[in-house]
């Protein structure tokens, strides 16, 4: 046998030979650890997770609701308003129309956002928490679901009340003239949508994620 197939059955034997303690030291090792016990979960346990999975389900059920809310008066917004009116009455009443329309859709992305702000199921309190207290986080008091819901009428009947103010003023631009309904419409038209957009960015963060 040659020399050179000889030098390469030794440094393969003396590999084998590295390996063996090794190899033997991990079966010791994987035959004398114990096996780690599987985790059973009580009964209160599965009941939070299936609580966990439907309240996921129902606020990604809403938040499907909402976009298509939102994205149908966008689209409606797009494709623009009474064009095919000509006269004085013609806009009265398109304006009147598209209005009641615009108003449902605001009525229902508001719903949507209520159903949003309600209280979710609670995970197991600290021993330190009180139900129904704001917990202070690091920028300040974060405000329990009743708080924001409270918080959110408020928005909403301010917002209202703002809306009729301009629009009314919008109506008192024409001094008694026959534009004065149509103009009145279109304001309320344009705030309603505008303000649906300001709920997308306000409350991005329950309608998106």
């Given amino acids: ?8 059955l030794a440094i393969l034997l003396f590999g084998i030979l590295l390996l063996l303690p090794c190899s033997f030291s991990q079966q010791i090792q994987s035959q004398s650890a114990p096996a780690k016990p599987k985790k059973v979960l009580t009964p209160e346990q599965i009941a939070l997770q299936q609580q ?11 938040q499907a609701q909402a976009k298509r809310v939102f994205d149908s008066e966008m689209a409606r917004e797009n494709a623009g308003d009474c064009p095919n009116a000509k006269t004085t009455a013609d806009f009265n009443i398109c304006f009147s129309d598209e209005g009641t329309t615009t108003e449902k859709n605001l009525t229902r992305f508001e719903g949507i956002i209520r ?5 979710e199921p609670q995970l197991p309190a600290q021993p330190d928490a009180q139900p129904g207290q704001p917990v202070k986080g690091i920028g300040g008091p974060a405000l329990t679901p009743q708080q924001h819901a409270a918080e959110f009428e408020q928005l909403e009947q301010g917002w209202r009340k703002y809306r009729d103010t301009a629009c009314t003023a ?3 631009q024409f001094d008694g003239g026959t534009g004065g309904p149509s103009f009145e419409g279109q304001c309320e038209l344009k705030l309603a949508r505008d303000h649906m957009h300001e709920l997308d960015l306000i409350y991005g963060g329950d309608l998106h994620l």
């Fill in 115 to 119: 159903a949003l702000i309600l209280p």
């Fill in 1 to 8: 046998m040659r020399i050179g197939n000889l030098r390469s």
């Fill in 170 to 172: 919008a109506f008192h």
């Fill in 52 to 62: 966990a999975r439907e309240t996921m389900a129902r606020r990604q059920n809403l």
